[in-house]
C-alpha cells in the first residue's frame, strides 16, 4: 500500500524556529529515503493542517500523521483528530492513521541527561548537591501534558546526584520559572541549571533567555546556566521511527482483525499451542 507520513509541527512567529523544523524533517527524510514524508503545521507557519492532509492524501493509499509534539495536550488530543475526521469527508478516499506523539520516555531522558552534564562542564563541574535543577516545559491546561514534565523530572532525579529537580512551566500552568529559583535559593541551591523541554527555537526560547538575565541581575550570587532546546539529537529521530512503525504495525493487525470478522473467522481457533507460550515477537508492537 502507498503510504504517506505527515509530520506535524507546532509552527512558530519566531521564523527561525519553523525553518529548524524544516531542516530537521530533511534530515528525518534522508534518514528513510524510503519513506514519503511531508510537513505540515498546526498553526504560524505554512503549510497549515488542512492542506497538509490534503497534499498527502493526493499520494493514495494511507496517511500516517506523527506529531512532532512532546507531550499530549490539546493539539494531539482534540485539534490534530478533528482536522483527520475533516479529511476523511474529502475526496479522495484516504486511511488516515495517527500515530502516538513523542511523550515522556528513556530516550527523552537520555537528551536531558546529556544536556545536564553539558551545562554542568559549563560551571565548572560544581558540586550537585548544591546545583538546582529546574526542568522548563512549555505548560498546559492538560494535566497530562504537564504530568509528563513532572515524570521525567522525576526520572532525572532518579539518576542524578541533585538534590533539586523541579518542573516548572513558562506559561499557563504553575510553578513559573521565578518562583522555581526562588524555592531553589531558599533551599541552599548556590547553582541552578535550567533544562528547557523544547523541541525548536521559537518565541518561548527567547522569554527564557531574557528571564534567566534577569535573574541573574536579581541574584548575582547564583550561578545559572541554561541548556539547550531538544531539536536534532538523535533520540528524536529514533522516536519518529518508533511511532511510524507502530503505527504501520498497528494498523495492519486492524486490518487482519477487519478480515476475520467479516469472514466471521475466530483466528484464535487456528493457532497452535504446540509450542512455548511465550511471544518476544508479539510483544514488540504495543
Known amino acids: 500500500m502507498n503510504t504517506t507520513i505527515l509530520l506535524v509541527g507546532h509552527g512558530s512567529r519566531f521564523k527561525a524556529g519553523n525553518r529548524e523544523i524544516e531542516k530537521f524533517t530533511q534530515i528525518w527524510r534522508t534518514r528513510n529515503p524510503v519513506w514519503q514524508i511531508e510537513l505540515c ?15 498527502a492524501a493526493k499520494n493514495g493509499g494511507r496517511v500516517i500523521v506523527v506529531p512532532l509534539i512532546l507531550n499530549a495536550a490539546g493539539h494531539v488530543k482534540m485539534e490534530i483528530p478533528h482536522h483527520m475526521d475533516k479529511a476523511r469527508q474529502r475526496p479522495p478516499e484516504i486511511d488516515f492513521i495517527s500515530a502516538r506523539h513523542l511523550g515522556a520516555n528513556d530516550k527523552m531522558l537520555a537528551i536531558l541527561k546529556r544536556n545536564l552534564r553539558k551545562v554542568m562542564l559549563e560551571m565548572d563541574m560544581p558540586d550537585p548537591t548544591t546545583t538546582g ?154
Open 41 to 55: 503545521f498546526i498553526e504560524f507557519a505554512p503549510v497549515l493542517l488542512d492542506a497538509g492532509l490534503d497534499k
Open 133 to 286: 535543577i529546574i526542568l522548563l516545559g512549555r505548560g498546559s491546561s492538560d494535566r497530562d501534558a504537564n504530568g509528563e514534565n513532572a515524570k521525567l523530572a522525576r526520572y532525572l532525579f532518579e539518576e542524578s546526584q541533585h538534590e533539586l529537580v523541579d518542573p516548572a512551566f513558562t506559561g499557563i500552568s504553575f510553578p513559573r520559572l521565578e518562583t522555581a529559583v526562588q524555592r531553589q535559593i531558599k533551599l541552599g541551591m548556590m547553582q541552578i541549571s535550567v533544562l528547557p523541554y523544547y523541541l525548536f527555537s521559537g518565541t518561548l526560547m527567547e522569554r527564557i533567555k531574557q528571564q534567566l538575565a534577569r535573574l541573574q541581575n536579581q541574584y548575582p550570587q547564583i550561578s545559572f546556566a541554561l541548556a539547550d532546546n531538544f531539536g536534532f539529537e538523535d533520540e528524536i529521530y529514533q522516536l519518529l521511527d518508533e511511532r511510524v512503525l507502530e503505527a504501520m504495525a498497528n494498523d495492519y493487525n486492524n486490518d487482519t482483525e477487519a478480515h476475520y470478522q467479516q469472514h466471521g473467522e475466530n483466528y484464535q481457533h487456528h493457532h497452535h499451542h504446540d509450542h512455548d507460550h511465550n511471544h518476544p515477537q508479539e510483544e514488540a508492537v504495543t
